[in-house]
T-cell receptor, first 110, second 114 residues
């Protein structure tokens, strides 16, 4: 089976740093994705980790530990426009489709 | 513009009716995926097509069906609609049939069943 868990909601203030955690259980492993989704809009790709460690991309970084079944998305220098849902996803066992967590809704306030 | 085109953007219909949602993948992409997103649910995988053939099935109801045509566009047919079918329906495409390539999503069709 496959299970992806992430917190439902988080709040933070402008300029701060926030870490959104994701734990996953998969029969096989083919990498872990993070997507951003603003309300009513399409999810957009943020990052993909297949090896352990931290991948940095501007204000956003993503970390993966395969042995712990754990990933996090780190958002620095938060801006109001970062208010969105952040979705953790992993390929299914067959590697044919992405299975998504329910998403973490991040609210950034001034 | 992501390059994945979904029509219509909004659809309002009555219970018991049948609707067709359309998706054109990004140029060069062979795989099309359909997802349903309800208010309290995450993105639920429905079905995948690759180069005209069904590749994978998720939690798709028997009342729902899909196909991919020779020009690679895809249609999702929803019949005997119920109130609970109200949701955002997303189409995504990728170059290959493997999910590890990641997806590009369309802007979605918001279906409201009244």
């Amino acid at each position: 089976g496959q299970n992806i868990d992430q917190p439902t909601e988080m709040t933070a203030t402008e300029g701060a740093i926030v870490q959104i955690n994701c734990t996953y259980q998969t029969s096989g492993f083919n990498g872990l994705f993070w997507y951003q989704q603003h309300a009513g809009e399409a999810p957009t790709f943020l990052s993909y980790n297949v090896l352990d460690g931290l991948e940095e991309k501007g204000r956003f970084s993503s970390f993966l530990s395969r042995s712990k079944g754990y990933s996090y998305l780190l958002l620095k220098e938060l801006q109001m426009k970062d208010s969105a849902s952040y979705l953790c996803a992993a390929p299914n066992q067959a590697g044919t489709a992405l299975i998504f967590g329910k998403g973490t809704t991040l609210s950034v306030s001034s | 513009d992501s390059g994945v085109t979904q029509t219509p953007k909004h659809l309002i219909t009555a219970t018991g009716q049948r609707v067709t949602l359309r998706c054109s993948p990004r140029s060069g992409d062979l795989s099309v995926y359909w997802y349903q997103q309800s208010l309290d649910q995450g993105l639920q995988f429905l079905i995948q097509y690759y180069n005209g053939e069904e590749r994978a099935k998720g939690n798709i109801l028997e009342r729902f069906s899909a196909q991919q045509f020779p020009d690679l566009h895809s249609e999702l047919n929803l019949s005997s609609l119920e109130l609970g079918d109200s949701a955002l329906y997303f189409c995504a495409s990728s170059a290959s049939g493997g999910a590890a390539d990641g997806y590009t999503f369309g802007s979605g069709t918001r279906l409201t069943v009244v």
